[in-house]
């Protein structure tokens, strides 16, 4: 059974930061691409930022300049480093894995929250 355990939210206030790590556990022969999502309330999940296995990365717009996804393969894990943060980054952050088992699966994490309020 494959799990992803997200940690690194909380309370933040206005242009703080905040990093976020989700890692893979279980039985599988590795990790392709993984990503972050976030869901506020009200609103559908969206795509945050996104990292291949080889690191090649891309963000949605409102991402851009101010956050980082990077992942380390040796321990399964993806990190998101979100610098100045806004109100409007309030929300639930979602880890994601494809995960080859050989079969490849798609996993979620159980979601951090992330609150940007002074």
């Known amino acids: 059974q494959v799990q992803l355990v997200e940690s690194g939210g909380g309370l933040v206030q206005p242009g703080g930061s905040l990093r976020l790590s989700c890692a893979a556990s279980?039985?599988?022969?590795?990790?392709?691409?993984m990503a972050w999502y976030r869901q506020a309330p009200g609103n559908q999940r969206e795509l945050v930022a996104h990292?291949?296995?080889?690191?090649?990365?891309n963000y949605a717009d409102s991402a851009k300049g101010r956050f980082t996804i990077s992942r380390d393969n040796a321990k399964n894990t993806v990190y998101l480093q979100m610098n100045s943060l806004k109100p409007e980054d309030t929300a639930v952050y979602y880890c994601n894995a494809l995960v080859r088992l050989p079969s490849r699966l798609r996993y979620w994490g159980q979601g951090t929250q992330v609150t940007v309020s002074s």
């Open positions: 990292i291949t296995s080889a690191g090649s990365t």
């Open positions: 279980g039985i599988f022969f590795g990790v392709d691409d």
